[in-house]
């Protein structure tokens, strides 16, 4: 996404940005996923995410100066309490550059979320009827059109290689092989979500 310099970014920010806290939105990012016939998986996300509620507190004018290095640490923190985080490095506006890499079997931990439970972006689970479903998400509608007002955007490229049987899914592309590719190109919050459903052994 582009952004103008900081002093006119934030005065862009409307103060009526209220979003949950603990919620991160992901931007200029490469998303990986392997998922073996058998459950095995791995997930890799390299790219920004942003924490919008130290973007709310940026916008309003309450941190600065130390308390906006605090914050920036308590929210640096926050991510990087999560050991799959490999890297989290701040660049500016609630942003920070992230390397996370993340693997299991998803018979035996039943679902899998990225960012996190309370802040998802994508989600890998075993469903009751036995299928594996991943979805995505996004804040809610009002949020969306605010961000989206202000600048702020979800892109980046979600790939998955798979050998398992896919029964549905809506991957803008697919390139068949022994590991067959899906590939999402997402340009905007306001694209249809990813989605996929396997049936896995």
């Known amino acids: 996404m582009t952004l103008g310099g900081p002093m006119k970014l934030l005065s862009r920010i409307a103060l009526v940005l209220l979003v949950a806290t603990g919620c991160y939105l992901p931007s200029d990012f490469e998303a990986d996923f392997n998922i073996d ?6 997930f890799r996300y390299i790219g920004d995410i942003t924490s919008l509620s130290l973007l709310k507190k940026i916008g309003k004018g309450e941190v600065s100066g130390d308390a906006l290095t605090k914050n920036i640490a308590i929210y640096k923190r926050d991510l990087a309490r999560d050991s799959s985080f490999k890297s989290v490095d701040y660049i500016e506006n ?6 996370y890499e993340y693997q299991s079997n998803i018979h035996n931990s039943k679902s899998f979320t990225f960012v996190r439970s309370n802040a998802i ?12 479903e991943l979805v995505g998400n996004r804040p809610p509608k009002r949020y969306v059109d605010e961000l989206i ?14 050998d398992a049987k896919v029964l549905k899914h809506n991957a803008a592309t697919v390139k068949k092989g022994p590991r067959a ?9 306001r694209d249809p979500l990813p989605s996929m459903i396997l049936l896995l052994k």
Not at 37 to 42: E, L, Q, R
Not at 152 to 161: A, F, M, P, Q, S
Request: charged share 30%; net charge positive.
């Open 37 to 42: 016939s058998k459950g095995g998986f791995a």
């Open 149 to 162: 007002e202000k600048g702020y955007d979800t892109k980046g490229v979600l790939r998955i290689w798979t």
């Open 94 to 99: 609630g942003r920070y550059k992230v390397h």
């Open 181 to 189: 590719l899906y590939t999402w190109s997402i340009n905007s919050m």
């Open 121 to 132: 972006f994508l989600r890998l689970m075993k469903r009751k009827d036995g299928y594996t």
